[in-house]
Nanobody, 125 residues
Framework: QVQLVESGGGLVQAGGSLRLSCAASGRTFIRTYAMGWFRQAPGKEREFVAGISWSGSNTIYAESVKGRFTISRDIAKNTVHLQMNSVKPEDTAVYYC?????????????????WGQGTQVTVSS
């Protein structure tokens, strides 16, 4: 099993920045997993935000956050980050970290098996 714990959420003004972190268990096998960030706003379905391949070499983003958010990972520290810049009120949601066993070095939008508990991000207008 893989345990994921998100942190870094909070209140931020529109146009500001926030950095989310995800700590994953299994420091010695984290490279086996593709990682991703999803978000869910009240009354809406959970949606994909960003993904990164096991090596960190490949990334993929939802069109709504492209150019504003950056996903990265530190394999040695077994962590994944989401740097959120130029945030908008519509970015307000609970953000979830996800992990899925990798069979190649592809960043993907789905197919994740493990999920964190989520961290709240609120963007004030």
């Amino acid at each position: 099993q893989v345990q994921l714990v998100e942190s870094g959420g909070g209140l931020v003004q529109a146009g500001g920045s926030l950095r989310l972190s995800c700590a994953a268990s299994g420091r010695t096998f984290i490279r086996t997993y593709a990682m991703g960030w999803f978000r869910q706003a009240p009354g809406k379905e959970r949606e994909f935000v960003a993904g990164i391949s096991w090596s960190g070499s490949n990334t993929i983003y939802a069109e709504s956050v492209k150019g504003r958010f950056t996903i990265s990972r530190d394999i040695a520290k077994n962590t994944v980050h989401l740097q959120m810049n130029s945030v908008k009120p519509e970015d307000t949601a609970v953000y979830y970290c996800a992990a899925g066993l990798a069979i190649d070095d592809t960043a993907r939008t789905g197919g994740y098996d493990y999920w964190g508990q989520g961290t709240q991000v609120t963007v004030s207008s």
